[in-house]
């Protein structure tokens, strides 16, 4: 039997089946404009973890016997060496990425990729760790150079409706990728003998599978073909961070999300640590906990979609950020009575009833701040010109190379003045409450946001018609049949542009709700 054409209807009056298909995320993974791209971004956030973490379990375990410095040290400054880049080469990387077309750059970083792999590769076989950090610094660069291009191709090839759904399965396999490069890394690393050169073996196969799947990325013009490149990276790199300044929202969604990777640098970076001295468990539970975090954060960009109505709902940031401070909070009160007295396996340290409680906090952390970052890109995307959204992404890209090294001195210094590192978890998450509560204070537009989304998520079922009438841009007048004085704030959550209100002056002067009006502006 042959497909009927779209439109047509049944004798019962009702569509037939294959109209009734309802438009999702997943549905970009069987397009080329999407999947060869989303597979190059696995295949490299997989092989960076395949890496950092066989580096990082390497020296967490192993340092004594190759240097003169712990391994406390160590850990953090690998994770300064990777981000430094970062900070130095993201405003030439984004010039990069507007100026030339991007599948074709992608092939070329790929293969850059596989050159670095080789040199790591013979840092593990000779355990060195001149040439194992080298190799990171450069693995730096390379996502440095990539990172622009990430973030900047999406809107070229998304519709704007596919955009918080692009970017959520963006997030998740980059956060699946984390998990199965960090098994790979600490399972490969942890082989008896030979594992660190399995390790680099490993990398290197990860790292040519990447440059092959780039090579279905489809042709993606250039946005500024006749830019002149600029190759002085500090005059480049106020130029861009002055330029996203101008844009209010844009700005404060790029110090939002430059919190969060401080956030999350944090505590991915203190987990061989952690897992090794607090909980008392070895490379494989070292993996387990960034493992967990990773599906929770994969998990969290999966249901934002879903949350958010398939639009950008920067109501979802907030609540993000509550589960941040509460469950982190929490994974200090579930550390308080536990006390290393070996280094047990990933069943044996299962096996405790005590750690489940970590277990969860990790997920859930994992989870909010998927609900918390996912918002915020599409955001940045969206509302950025799309001529300098490279340039405004490599911005972003450097504040959050700032935020992360920052992070790794602040762990540094805390841990060097006597904390423990469950208390540091704490010190983070009473700070992350700060900022949040500094950045709604500054754009009150993502916690009204919060507040209509929260209830007609809650108290209200809300049935939804005709809002493709509203356009993206420019003027539009919305006429209520007004009902109750809920109407403003549902109408706010369901149109994804923000809504000024006219309302009869003496309701707008009522005590509370004055505050509330003045706020949604």
């Not at 880049?85 to 992608?106: C, H, M, N, W």
């Not at 092939?107 to 950090?133: N, P, S, T």
């Not at 003045?417 to 950045?439: C, H, K, M, P, R």
Request: net charge positive; charged share 15%.
């Amino acid at each position: 039997a042959r497909c009927p054409p779209r439109g047509q209807v049944s004798r019962s009056g009702r569509p037939f089946a294959t109209d009734m298909h309802a438009p999702n995320q997943y549905d970009l993974l069987r397009q080329r404009r999407f999947a060869p791209f989303f597979w190059t971004q696995f295949l490299g956030a997989g092989n960076d973890n395949v890496y950092k973490n066989a580096l990082v379990i390497f020296v967490a375990f192993h340092a004594a016997a190759h240097s003169a410095y712990d391994a406390n040290t160590l850990v953090n400054v690998a994770a300064g060496v990777f981000i430094l880049p970062f900070v130095v080469l993201s405003a030439t990387a984004g010039q990069l990425a507007d100026k030339y077309e991007k599948s074709r750059l992608i092939r070329y970083i790929k293969l850059f990729e596989i050159a670095i792999m080789v040199v790591g590769a013979v840092g593990f076989w000779r355990q060195d760790l001149a040439l194992l950090f080298t190799a990171l610094a450069l693995m730096g660069v390379h996502s440095t150079l990539f990172g622009p291009v990430k973030y900047a191709i999406l809107p070229q090839h998304l519709k704007p409706d596919e955009l918080i759904g692009g970017n959520g399965l963006v997030e998740m396999g980059t956060f699946v990728a984390i998990l199965l490069g960090t098994i790979a890394g600490g399972v490969v690393v942890a082989i008896p003998g030979n594992g660190p050169a399995l390790a680099g073996l490993v990398a290197v196969a990860v790292a040519v599978a990447g440059w092959l799947v780039s090579r279905g990325i489809p042709h993606t013009p250039a946005v500024a073909p006749d830019l002149a490149l600029n190759w002085n990276p500090f005059t480049e790199t106020a130029k861009n961070i002055r330029f996203a300044y101008g844009n209010r929202i844009v700005w404060l969604s790029m110090l939002g999300i430059s919190w969060f990777w401080y956030y999350g640098a944090t505590f991915l970076t203190q987990f061989p640590n952690f897992a090794k001295d607090v909980l008392g468990g070895d490379e494989h539970v070292v993996t387990l906990l960034l493992a967990l975090f990773s599906v929770g954060i994969g998990a969290g960009s999966l249901l934002c979609e879903r949350l958010s109505g398939r639009k950008v709902e920067i109501g979802l940031v907030p609540f993000g950020s509550i589960g941040l401070t509460v469950f982190a909070v929490d994974l200090w009160l579930a550390t308080r009575g536990l006390h290393a007295t070996g280094l047990a396996g990933g069943g044996a340290f299962l096996a405790q009833p005590a750690h489940w409680r970590v277990v969860a906090d990790l997920m859930l952390i994992g989870l909010f701040g998927g609900f918390y970052i996912v918002p915020l890109y599409a955001l940045i995307q969206e509302r950025s010109e799309a001529s300098h959204r490279s340039r405004i992404i490599a911005a972003n890209n450097i504040l959050n190379a700032v935020f992360m090294v920052a992070s790794a001195g602040f762990a540094i210094v805390l841990l060097g003045q006597g904390l423990s590192i469950a208390e540091l978890f704490l010190v983070t998450a009473v700070l992350n409450a700060a900022v949040a509560l500094f950045i709604y204070k500054l754009v009150p537009e993502f916690l009204m946001r919060f507040l209509a989304w929260l209830l007609i998520h809650t108290m209200y079922r809300v049935r939804k018609s005709g809002l493709e009438h509203v356009p993206d841009e420019g003027g539009c007048i919305v006429v209520c049949n007004h009902v109750s004085y809920v109407d403003a704030s549902v109408i706010a959550a369901c149109v994804r542009r923000p809504i000024r209100f006219i309302m009869d002056h003496r309701i707008f002067r009522i005590p509370v709700l004055n505050w509330l009006f003045r706020t949604m502006q």
